[in-house]
């Protein structure tokens, strides 16, 4: 029985070595990711009994994206089988002032076309304490939109703490489809993860005068960000990851999180990067498995930052570390020290 | 002025390096084939000038493809560029008892999603001698079926000799409609190149006692097929690949070659199996190249046989070998010895 | 609750690339194998549930070897963490007259130091039909012999069937240590896996004429084996792969079965070999998968030699092949022709 | 027919992966550059039809070398085939305090070997519209001086811009030979592109107290350069690329344009360094990309750097980036955040 | 005749590829290392005669470990064949705040099992001028204790200057046992190598206020700490690394060499980390070359530290530098310049 | 001081991965190779004492031509360093019908230019039982030749054992000049080691209806050869290769060796070809080894065949086989049965 269950596509990941361009390459990384998939990797890294939901194709590409989630202990029992394609991205890493560029192809993918009939969430909710998905899954189709609609109906009256990063992709919707149907299944969510961006894009809440493109941060803006999306919501919490983008290689990183008492300012990390794809579903993560702990909110922001944080240094979209791992640098130890 | 115009899909191929399987594999190679494409290549690398026509997204997957023609020599500039995904095939390469797997993921191409209107055949025909396209082609979509059609109908007006590869895909189409279609555009076809299992699932073309699972030719059977062929139509060359399958690692290659005069057989080569994927487009490239340079039935058919035993060598879909090397094994010498 | 409890060690598999010895080498595969666990790995790849129980350090490298038995399904909530080493062995692969080497290094391995409290075998055993587990095993270390002492104990007492490939190591322990341990395990075993050689060290049980080094072999020696080898114990059945090994390269491979009734030798298959590792883990998978679907004789021995052929052409320890495969070449499809 | 030509040599890379040094190395990348090489690829990835010759030998080294440039688009078809060498340099990427090293090995090879007779200038340019080569050409023998001298008169007759970059190798020729042919060459030339050093070197052009090893830009100097530079030629405009090397990881890299009115400093990048080999040729595709769309010295300036602070990040000596790419950067935006 | 013998173990080192953690890993860096063993080779790099001395197992993996050593020159014409294991580390490579793991599988080396009669000193020292250990070597057994002091008893009697790098493992032995040891093999030592922490670990030296997690350095704190280590002890020369460890991607490094009259303190190089392991070790090969050499102490230090900023530039454990390259950088100019 | 001395090149080999061809690679093999290394490295692996000569440059590639035989335990002392050039030799592996290509690129090499101060030969063989050389170094120049010639005659007066494989190469020399310089050196060989071609080519000595290229053997004729090059010269043995080459996959391979008394004619292995350069140079060096150590002609004639027998299945040019290994395979054991 999983304590938490998590709901969305897992795509193939395509990715040239080192900082080759597709044009030039002759051999890729095959890995698999996607913005769930990487939440209960990381949560199975912490030790989380999680459960993943998706629909897959019966063929060699869809077994291989399988295992890819077995691999790291999240229990695939729950997955169904059908449809044809794994959906893809193909990820070209950018360095210092190129920015890295996804190219998606994940049309018609067999979960983007599942069928409400294909998931029993009664079942698959025995026994959870959690469900997490994002605003990609409901993206990808009216049906899935239906089917996220059906699974918050039954987390809710389950009991079942639901979290949602809202993840606007322009590729996938319109702005005004987007903000109709996460506007609906806010009523849902509990924790809510979003940016100052997709704040305006998805719900029309904005601060004033944040640039993203500049590379600096508006704490005040941010906060105001949170406070309004909590009037205008029932969210529990609110969490806001901050990056400030120096360029491709470097980052500084932090969050904030907001409870309808004290908006926190987490601490601020300065990250060379090695691969950025997935830092905030391993910010959701740590979120998660703190706030499952039982830790306050200084706490979880904190462990959510520092993992998050570390996401940034590992290869691939999951969130290889462990929670020793991310206590040891929430704890004040970045200095980086070979560990023998 | 390209002498040869090629039509049909360019896909992206992904294998495992070694004998990997997939769901063991995190990388791959990224290349790129199609059968079509393989003859276009393969007759540039003869020296041919060579035009390739299809339809490639803008992003980087398309330029990519594009890249992998242009590299050897084709001409990549009729190709449109619009759409959104680049067919996929992923190809698991077998050995000793376990055969290659392919599995496609080309539904939604761009070329299969092409329009009548982007192609203009007067002007792509422009200075053309030959056009090479394959059965997979007109599968691929209602659309794509009457852009041949179109395309047959331009270059018969033009006097331009059209080759034709039977090449059946059970995935793509049903019997019924690929019989319908193949048996309308062989109206246009000069040379058709097919194998014994095509031919009575296309045409209702049968012969004696030949189980293409036993390994074993039946001689009389492929020449009894070559005939009733060209009593149906009104090709000018029927051609057939004869592969004896050993195992994924050995098979003996040969060909035949009907003119409507002598019914030719090949030499047979006995080949130990680099890659054999696009062994049947090297052996159109063979004939296309010899035809065009007036060989006589005889040579031809060697130097095509001999082209493909080589292609069998090489990895990937296309062919890299050069007419001398070629002429040197079609000419007896299959020693292998080092060159230096 | 696993059908299948396998028991034994999972080592550290290093192995250079191509053929490159150790010597010239700068790069390995990392990979995971053992005589169980590639056992445990063939029946989740045929679908069976099937737990690996072993003891593994609770350091990365413990836990990269937990995930490469998850990855492809073994449910690995049974393996008890601590010690210090992983077991390792180098593995560099011949080709033609160069025999592949195996250097180990296993001593002081978590398994081998284990203690009998580390198990609670009526837990483990839970819901378990078949138990299986090599002649390795117990030659790990007296400890380790005494809790597959009890091990078998606990499955004779619970019903489940017993398997035991017998695969004596030298290095390991002496052929006195092996015969009186074996023979005493042997009032537990029901199928039991052994090869000629083997029968003579372990058991004493020697046909007449056959040299293992000559590539040929000596059908009615091996019957006389397996028939003494029932008269000797309790068995209900005795297996025995047969490989001619004409070379580093290319094997011919069979097996023999023997019921107490009728002494049945399989097809036998040439094979060319990816690698041959596993190959005998291979076979016992297959008739434990067999029979455990309730197939006769005939049928097990058949699924198992094709099942172990075809591992010969599989990359790694694993044998990565699905029941379809196996089924379709033990019904006698043995072309390799490629399957789209 | 091309609007740009470009003349020089084209060289085998070698390079170990990552930061290993060659002593250290069992595989190096096998890709090609070389000084005008690398502005024909930019400039065809800036979309410009631009041709590329050069002499190379018929074997298999030469064709790897002609399939690299048309991979990208560069037109091959002026390339004079003959000759025994392609000139190789073996690259060995420097981090931190340690300087990547390049060892030459490029005597004898086809194109320096080249005689007069190999290049008919006169229906090379037909059609074109500019002319670049560097100063390293004409370096490698006398033979290709002359040609040089040839190439640069029919240009100049027929009214072709020509620029040079004049790339000081002390390992090619003396300075003494250096300064004779450039100054005879810089008649022809439009556009030159220097720098400090070899304005020093090569012109016997001073400005006060800069040092090279330094890491301090000295604007003043260098506009005395450029203005000193243009008194004494008839350049239409001089360039000069500005680093400031703080490490071989990380530089900081701006440009200069003196259009003979004013001297323009471009904005300034910090660039965290992928490969910095060919970022002047870069930078020189850049200007000839936007000299001949029409722009002004300012934004020619701010495009060329921004082509080249981006040729910091990507893999291989070619620049690999698009026009809208550049612009992107050029027009602020060098956060670096991906692009979905 | 070797000047400098070097006695210790030689381990396989085992690391991922890129940032790849080992449970996600496929294949990995396949190289050996080993303090002394990195001394030797740095050493042999700067062209001094050097001879390594341990024991190997007489199979493959004990030979690639020879040949690692005789590859850059080192002696292995002393080293005893024997015993089953070559000791292995697994390094996985941090990045930013995620530091380095090295996870240790040395217990039961060869050289861990060595006998005092495995090793002739007397002959070993034959023509020696330097002997050079580290404190790693005795806490590897009892046995390999004894070695030592037999080694450096013989060493002292024949003039040998002796060097030793405290290099304190808490996973090898006590604190009690280290000091104990170390105390009494102080006798013998010449120039010790030591740092901060392990001042205050094994020899109950301590120096105020300084953190080893801050990454502040503490210069007072570090010369009162070598000062008290030459009051207690007949060091010629303390030598202190100082590493400032701002992240696993970028430290600070530097170093002090007291000789009894000053203290001095290096110049300090922002290192940006390719390979961290083997600094120490490099800068101990650096402060033996310049002493052999006849350097003065200022001299020396910058030497070592200089060669020791370069390591941290370079894969593996062996430092991969020259004479001329380090003191290059010693001689101010670390701009990083590709050097043609 | 070394019992064998090699004198001769040593190239970099360049070869692309798996069977790529050189225009479709993108990564290479960086190895180093050449006929007299190669014998030089496997006698080093057989435990001999050997030292190569040679001339390398100074820089980076010279020093890891030179770690790449030190690295097997070759004595590079005596090399001498000086020039400009590695040689370098491209390799194309073939398979099946398709034949390895090498391209030379070995022009103006360092050892090409050597003059004959560069080596003091009395002081080279101090000590040497045996010289090898082959037909190749003499052919690089004319100061080479008189280097050898004056190597030959040091030898002779030493009491130095001489061997030489003749390995005529068409694109060094005609054949007249190797006529012309192999028969005058021949007076100084005691071992000579030729193919029926290159006696022929060189020496004009010719057996009746031989075809190197049907794959077929003349026993007769190679034994009428070895008579007649034994009655012309004053050589004590005459070795030959024997070769059937039925595809790039697989060869017979076998070996000849007449001295003076009896035409012997080994055992015939049927190799599965991985690598098969050096071939040759493997028989050479397993004559050396068995002669030195003082077998008779039958030992060292089966000893040289099973050593390169293996080589077959070795990456690479050098022969990393054992003396154990060899002596396996010559004692029978050709299975091919993995050694645990």
């Known amino acids: 029985m999983a304590k938490v269950v998590c709901f969305g596509e897992v795509m193939l990941r395509l990715q040239p070595y080192h900082y080759e361009r597709f044009v030039q390459a002759e051999n890729v990384q095959f890995t698999f990711g996607g913005a769930e998939a990487n939440v209960a990797v990381s949560l199975a890294n912490f030790g989380v009994d999680?459960?993943?939901?998706?629909?897959l194709p019966s063929h060699m590409i869809g077994q291989a994206a399988i295992n890819s989630l077995r691999r790291y202990g999240v229990d695939t029992g729950k997955i169904v089988?059908?449809?044809?394609?794994?959906?893809?991205?193909?990820?070209?890493?950018?360095?210092?002032?190129?920015p890295s560029i996804c190219t998606y192809d994940r049309?018609?993918?067999?979960?983007?076309e599942a069928k409400k009939e294909d998931f029993d969430w009664e079942s698959i909710f025995s026994g959870a304490e959690w469900f997490h998905f994002t605003g990609i899954t409901p993206a990808l189709s009216e049906n899935v939109l239906e089917i996220c609609r059906e699974a918050c109906q039954v987390a809710k009256k389950k009991g079942i703490k639901i979290s949602c990063d809202v993840n606007y992709r322009s590729k996938l919707w319109t702005k005004e489809a987007a903000r109709e149907a996460m506007t609906e299944l806010s009523e849902y969510i509990d924790l809510i993860l979003i940016n100052e961006e997709d704040a305006k894009t998805v719900f029309g809440i904005q601060a004033d005068k944040t640039d993203v493109h500049s590379g600096k941060l508006n704490k005040e803006g941010y906060e105001e960000v949170a406070k309004k999306l909590m009037e205008q919501f029932r969210f529990s919490e609110v969490a806001i990851t901050?990056?400030?983008?120096?360029?491709?290689?470097?980052?500084?990183w932090s969050g904030l999180l907001y409870d309808g008492k004290e908006c926190l300012f987490s601490k601020v990390y300065p990250v060379?990067?090695?691969?950025?794809?997935?830092?905030?579903?391993?910010?959701?993560?740590?979120?998660?498995y703190s706030f499952l702990k039982g830790d306050d909110s200084?706490?979880?922001?904190?462990?959510?930052v520092a993992a998050s944080a570390l996401k940034h240094s590992i290869e691939g979209d999951y969130n290889m570390v462990t929670v020793p791992e991310v206590e040891k640098l929430a704890g004040g130890d970045s200095s980086g020290?070979?560990?023998?």
């Open 107 to 112: 049309a018609h993918s067999a979960i983007s």
């Open 242 to 252: 901050l990056r400030e983008s120096k360029s491709a290689s470097d980052n500084d």
């Open 337 to 340: 020290r070979v560990q023998r």
């Open 81 to 98: 089988r059908g449809g044809n394609r794994v959906g893809i991205y193909f990820n070209e890493k950018g360095a210092s002032q190129r």
């Open 50 to 55: 999680v459960s993943y939901v998706t629909k």
């Open 298 to 304: 200084r706490k979880a922001l904190e462990f959510a």
């Open 272 to 288: 060379h990067i090695v691969d950025r794809i997935g830092g905030g579903d391993s910010f959701a993560a740590g979120l998660i």
